[in-house]
RNA sequence: GCGGCUGUAGCUCAAUUGGAUAGAGCACAAGCCUACGAAGCUUGGGGUUGCAGGUUCGAGUCCUGCCAGCCGCGCCA
């Protein structure tokens, strides 16, 4: 079949011309196939005569003039020379044409990549007990978006919400939960999140203030007053200790109360990933808990191979030169999160077949997980049982910050709880649409209650995700609830409009169906043909954003795409075409348009209403 | 102290992984709804890419050294 790629089609043939004209040797390199910003330079351009000139040492241009005269563009289009060796290409109407074809199918061109082996994509998560915050959107989104690209290659997914429902703290939290006296039966998250808090500050009574209050000498009341808290925090450590010695026994009490938590805090997970369009369910939770009983057989196995040593009474396992061990194990017996995260792994590698683990995780457990792979390499449970080696990969990503660029933490943040951040999203969005449909040459006059309801929902969402997905991860943002609930300019509502725009034409045509997809392909306007190339470059971008796990990608190419039909909007009448055989073929490229802005939402986790 | 990340227009961010004159949005200024949805389009001003070197035909991008901010650094998760 045809490629729809013109990228790729110059690939081929210039790895072609370059393999003739110069050697075998340098054809396998990257033929450095460009998207030409500028259109003054053509529509791609191959940079691959200024490098090779360079490792034969010839003249770029003469290097450049072989290559071109050696590459088979024949139908392709026409090339020419410029500046000190890039060759530009002007892409054929006809070769257009053809790929134009290729993509207005129901794949749009998106052709399945699948691997041999499972990608699993560490998301969410969350802590029992714990409400949602902004901080935990990120996460969300990100694993979503990333596996949604994978799915959409036709690679098998496994969504696995690592949930942290297992050790101390939820033991503080059922313990203070307890003294407290409170039922169980009727908490909500928002209480359980009290308590969290309260057993947090409770654990956290300053040693070191006290320390330093009696070296320092000072007056008896102050000293009796921190001692008084030390000893209530350390009877409550014990009582928290000693909950969760009757959690891990499985005291039958002590369990069923853990699993009320625990469905109190997903009910709550799962009601926010449905309102954000996150495809998330409770057979995609597989928590720390589920892990318990391979803690002590995945030390063992690091003892066996003799990578496991004690240290002032922990088990560490030392990797390379490095100062700071890991620890698996330890001085009082206990796991660690290493160690669960190390137990996950050989789960997900020996029962899930993962060919690759992304973690979408919070950067600052770099060091962590550098330490956890590199525990993995050295033990191989990253081997696959046909040979190949499953990749870990760290997808991380940046801290939301509050107005005093510090860390949005729940203390500060609590007004901004990741559920009050949706409400106003979507209220915002509400507004809008309702305020538009009062307006008597709205095109959602007449709209119904319910569909307002719906399109504004729709429209907050897109907002507040797009904000986040469309910037590079690794980077900290501030958190601007304005910037986020923004509605103009490169946010999501502005593809929503493109499409709900392109939406109301069609609506607006009386061109039957037949007659606009078995209409010629016609783009002679400058805004036509930009708007062509946007298409036709989509397919690649997809598929490189699922390689490299950048959803802002994605998101760029959206914006692009929208922006190349407003403008063709602005300057190409459709509906009044000069002539019927131009206004059927802008029919049939706006009709292929909002295909691929519905997909690419898609990809997002956006819906696409055609009103809005 | 050691390690990591970040530094681009007044603000928030891009930059096809080394390509041509560093691009968008917001804000600001001027235009565009009797041809399709103005959540839009067009035009304009605004830059020593933190600083100093280096590598090469070419550097925001790679290397070295500084500066600033943030993060991490043994028995929490």
């Not at 919400?161 to 039966?185: E, F, V, Y």
Request: glycine share 6%.
């Amino acid at each position: 079949m045809a490629s729809c790629d013109p990228k790729f089609d110059l690939e081929q043939a210039f790895r072609k011309g370059i393999a003739a004209a110069i050697s075998e040797d340098a054809a396998k390199a990257d033929p450095q196939i460009k998207f030409s910003g500028d259109p003054a330079h053509g529509d791609y351009q191959c940079n691959a005569a200024l490098s090779i000139a360079r490792a034969i040492k010839g003249n770029p241009r003469d290097v450049a003039e072989k290559i071109l005269a050696a590459t088979p563009l024949s139908a392709l289009g026409t090339a020419e020379i410029a500046g000190p060796g890039f060759i530009n290409i002007k892409l054929a109407q006809s070769a257009l044409q053809t790929m134009l074809d290729r993509v207005d199918m129901d794949d749009l061109g998106i052709e399945p990549a699948p691997l041999p082996h499972a990608i699993v994509v560490d998301l969410c998560g969350v802590n029992v007990a714990k409400q949602m915050h902004v901080g935990h959107l990120r996460s969300t989104i990100l694993g979503d978006v990333v596996a949604r690209l994978h799915e959409r290659l036709g690679r098998k997914v496994f969504r696995e919400n690592h949930l942290g429902d297992w050790g101390l703290p939820i033991a503080m939290t059922m313990s203070a939960l307890r003294r407290q006296k409170r039922d169980l039966k009727s908490l909500t998250l928002a209480d359980l999140n009290h308590a969290y808090r309260a057993a947090q500050l409770e654990a956290a009574t300053d040693t070191a203030g006290l320390e330093a209050a009696r070296t320092r000498g000072a007056g008896s009341h102050r000293v009796i007053e921190l001692e008084t808290q030390q000893e209530s925090a350390i009877a409550a450590e014990q009582d928290a200790k000693s909950t969760l010695l009757k959690l891990q026994s499985g005291d039958v009490a002590t369990v069923a109360a853990w699993q009320q938590l625990i469905d109190v805090t997903m009910a709550d997970v799962l009601e926010i990933a449905r309102v954000l369009g996150v495809r998330l369910t409770n057979e995609h939770s597989r928590g720390e808990s589920f892990y318990r009983d391979k803690l002590a057989p995945t030390v063992q196995s690091f003892i066996d191979h003799g990578l496991a040593q004690e240290d002032q009474g922990a088990l560490i396992v030392r990797i390379a030169e490095q100062e700071r061990p890991l620890i698996i194990r330890k001085a009082d017996g206990g796991f660690l999160y290493a160690t669960t995260d190390l137990a996950a792994v050989h789960y997900r590698v020996a029962q899930l077949h993962a060919g690759e683990i992304i973690y979408v995780v919070d950067a600052r457990q770099r060091d962590h997980f550098r330490d956890v792979f590199n525990a993995i390499h050295l033990i191989g449970w990253n081997k696959l049982a046909d040979g190949t080696q499953c990749k870990l990969s760290h997808l991380a990503f940046g801290s939301v910050l509050g107005t005093d660029k510090k860390p949005l933490k729940t203390r500060s943040g609590e007004l901004f709880t990741l559920k009050a951040l949706l409400d106003e999203a979507i209220q915002r969005g509400t507004d809008q649409v309702k305020l538009r449909a009062t307006q008597t040459d709205s095109p959602t006059q007449g709209t119904t209650e319910h569909e307002i309801a719906a399109i504004g929902r729709a429209v907050g969402i897109a907002a507040v995700k797009y904000a986040d997905l469309s910037g590079d991860p690794i980077k900290d943002y501030v958190f601007d609830l304005d910037r986020m609930i923004a509605f103009e300019g490169d946010t999501g509502p502005y593809i929503q409009y493109a499409h709900a725009r392109i939406a109301s034409l069609i609506s607006k045509s009386d061109a039957a169906d037949s007659a606009i997809s078995n209409s010629a392909w016609k783009f002679d306007h400058p805004a036509e043909r930009a708007l062509v190339l946007a298409i036709l470059s989509f397919p690649a971008t997809i598929k490189s954003a699922a390689d490299l796990g950048s959803p802002q990608r994605v998101c760029a190419a959206l914006h692009e795409l929208a922006n190349c039909y407003a403008t063709f909007y602005q300057a190409c009448p459709v509906l009044k075409a000069p002539d019927e055989a131009t206004r059927l073929a802008r029919l049939r490229l706006s009709l292929l348009t909002k295909r691929v802005l519905a997909q690419g939402l898609s990809l997002l986790g956006m819906d696409s209403p055609n009103r809005m």
